[in-house]
Structures are given as C-alpha cells and as structure tokens.
C-alpha cells in the first residue's frame, strides 16, 4: 500500500550493527505497528503505538526498540544486531477502534550476518 | 488469550474450481476476524473481516469468508479460482473484550495457495 512507507526495503548488516528501519504514513491514522515475518510464523508484534505518547510492548520486544517521531512517522531499531533477527520487517497503521483493520507497507528485508 | 489456527500449510486448486482456506480461532470473548492476503515481495492487503451481523462476508477481488460461531471458524471461500490468487492468506483474529491488549491482532502461520492452470 504506497499509504504506508518503509525504508530501506533491503539491508543486509553485520552482528553488533545498530540499524534503524523507518516507516511513514500519509493515512492520518493514530496507530502504528511494527512486525516481524519469519516462514512459517506468521507475523509476530514486536511494538505498537497508539500515539506519538504511547508506546507498548509487543509480543518479541526484546533486542528491539522504537520511536514515534510524529503522528506519521514510527521507527524500529535494533541497537546490536544478531543473526536470529534476519527476518520480514513490516510496519503497519490503523484507524481509532478495535475493529479497523490494519494497512500494511512493503516490508523491509533485513539480513544479519 | 486468543489464537488461530490454520491447519493447512499449502493448498492446491485447479483454476475455475472453488476454493476454501480454512481458519479456526480462539477467544475468550467475541472476536473480531480478518482475512489478508501476501503476493510475493510485497506487504499484506485486507481481503475482508466479520465484526458482527451477518455470518458471511464479501470482500475484495471476489472472495468471502463464513463466521461459524458453534465451530469457532471463519473460512476464506471463493466459488471460481483463478492463477492470479496464488499467495499467502492469514487470517487473523482479536478479541474485542480483551481490554488493554485488544488492539492486538493474532496471526495464524498462513495458507499458500497455489491455482493450477
């Protein structure tokens, strides 16, 4: 969905790297999420947002961190990369209430070596 | 808690014959379902979701989908498939009366159908 923005949309780093992995969203939704893709999986939360104020812990939090910049803007960072996080990074927004569903980017393929 | 299965991990179909990808769920509550599909190298689209009223849902590109309730189920359904539906389907469900976490979607692993010409 072009709504919904990531960048880079390929990174390959090395162990003990810190990379940041940007998301933008021109729908004007207050929540944003941060997920990861592993085959097999399914996608797994890593953190979600609210609003630029509230940020929450998903389900695989450790070794990851954001910031919500803006209402538009949500960034994932890893602050030492290790290999078992190469995976599918997607991020995601949603409109006001729990039965909106979510708009997704294109991903961001990270590869750590 | 909530969850959801999706017990098939691949399903073939040959090209105008119907398909189904099947999804059960778990809630302690009343759920909210969602179905999205992931073509190759992209992100995930909305395909269609139940909220409440009437058991079966239309969606995008043809598809629609069954709440069963006795049998926790919410199947994907379309009655003519086409090559161009070869992709990777969640489904997806969330508890409406889970409280603080209830904006949070549970995923199943996901379906790859594969249209046979």
């Known amino acids: 969905d072009a709504d919904v923005t990531q960048t880079p949309r390929n990174r390959i780093t090395k162990t003990g790297k810190r990379i940041m992995l940007e998301c933008s969203q021109t729908?004007?939704?207050?929540?944003m999420y941060w997920y990861r893709q592993d085959p097999g999986l399914g996608l797994q939360l890593i953190y979600y947002?609210?609003?630029?104020?509230?940020?929450n812990k998903g389900e695989i939090s450790d070794g990851y961190s954001v910031s919500r910049q803006a209402q538009a803007k949500f960034s994932l960072s890893l602050e030492s990369a290790i290999p078992n996080q190469t995976a599918l990074y997607f991020c995601?927004?949603?409109?006001?209430?729990?039965?909106?569903?979510?708009?997704f980017g294109p991903g961001t393929r990270l590869t750590v070596l | 808690a909530q969850s959801v299965a999706q017990p098939e991990d691949q399903v073939n179909v040959a090209e105008g014959n119907p398909l189904t990808v099947k999804c059960t769920y778990s809630?302690?509550?009343?759920?909210?379902l969602f179905w999205y599909v992931q073509y190759p190298n992209r992100g995930l689209q909305f395909l269609l979701k139940y909220i409440t009223g009437d058991n079966l849902v239309k969606g995008s590109y043809g598809f629609e989908a069954e709440f069963n309730k006795s049998q926790t189920s919410f199947h994907l359904k379309k009655p003519s498939a086409l090559v161009s539906d070869s992709a990777l389907y969640f489904c997806a469900v969330r508890d409406i009366q889970s409280g603080a976490g209830s904006y949070q979607l549970t995923f199943g692993k996901g379906t790859k159908l594969s249209v046979i010409p």
């Open positions: 809630v302690s509550g009343n759920p909210y």
């Open positions: 947002s609210f609003d630029v104020k509230d940020i």
């Open positions: 729908k004007g939704h207050d929540r």
């Open positions: 995601a927004t949603s409109g006001g209430g729990a039965w909106n569903e979510q708009f």
